[in-house]
């Protein structure tokens, strides 16, 4: 299968790692994989400021480049959202209506694109420590992805799934939201790390770079040795 890869704005700022490693399991499963060097954001973080007509520009020229992609595959829940979800609600120009559907209908999170399209749980990864996951909000609330990364991770050889007893809360983060409510957002994010110490995991996972960004800053603060890690580095680890 030929695979379009879209690397969200934190990601290739800051993470590139993780969007190399889904790379790696993609081919290690015998897939090709392309990446449009023409790509952009995918306007979110404008649409979520209240910049709509921004917004708009950058998604259209999302639009534009992926649009003769079969397969589209993002390592952002939240991104993958942005296109699948509001895209089509939102993006309204009927000169690119038939391509924003298309691209709408063959977007997916990353986990939910080797579970439920690929039908693979076992990507021959070994990862030797205890994990606890944390659903991201739009992976869960809005995708509905909540046992394809578990899956994953279980089959993961020498991995030790441990789950906290708030894994689907906020953990606070929300773009934005963590800039103009600083205080809200440290008090979401202290209420995630709880849960996780409680575990005894040696590292946090999750599907959005951007939360383990936000909850790796206040466990670094703390001096919590607890890592994490995006599910996809766990699953390219052999």
Not at 61 to 77: E, H, M, N, Q, T
Request: hydrophobic share 40%.
């Amino acid at each position: 299968m030929k695979i379009a890869l879209f690397v969200p704005c934190i990601v290739d700022q800051f993470y590139p790692h993780v969007a190399v490693s889904a790379v790696r399991i993609l081919r290690r499963l015998g897939h090709e994989v392309v990446f449009p060097v023409e790509q952009t954001c995918c306007g979110q973080p404008a649409f979520n400021s209240g910049y709509h007509a921004e917004a708009r520009r950058v998604a259209k020229r999302l639009v534009k480049v992926f649009s003769g992609a079969d397969s589209i595959v993002s390592v952002s829940g939240s991104c993958t959202t942005m296109v699948t979800c509001f895209y089509p609600k939102w993006l309204m120009d009927p000169a690119l209506a038939g391509d924003v559907r298309h691209i709408a209908s063959h977007m997916y999170e990353f986990s939910d694109f080797l579970v439920n399209q690929l039908q693979t749980v076992d990507v021959g990864a070994r990862f030797p420590h205890k994990v606890t996951y944390h659903d991201a909000c739009h992976g869960l609330r809005e995708l509905r992805i909540k046992s394809e990364p578990r899956q994953l991770l279980a089959a993961v050889r020498e991995l030790e799934l441990v789950e906290m007893d708030n894994a689907e809360e906020c953990c606070g983060f929300g773009g934005t939201f963590a800039v103009k409510f600083t205080e809200i957002s440290t008090a979401m994010g202290n209420d995630k790390i709880t849960g996780v110490c409680a575990t005894g995991a040696d590292y946090l996972t999750a599907g959005d770079s951007s939360c383990l960004m936000h909850l790796n800053g206040l466990l670094k603060r703390q001096n919590i040795p607890i890592q994490t890690i995006h599910y996809a580095e766990i699953l390219a680890n052999q």
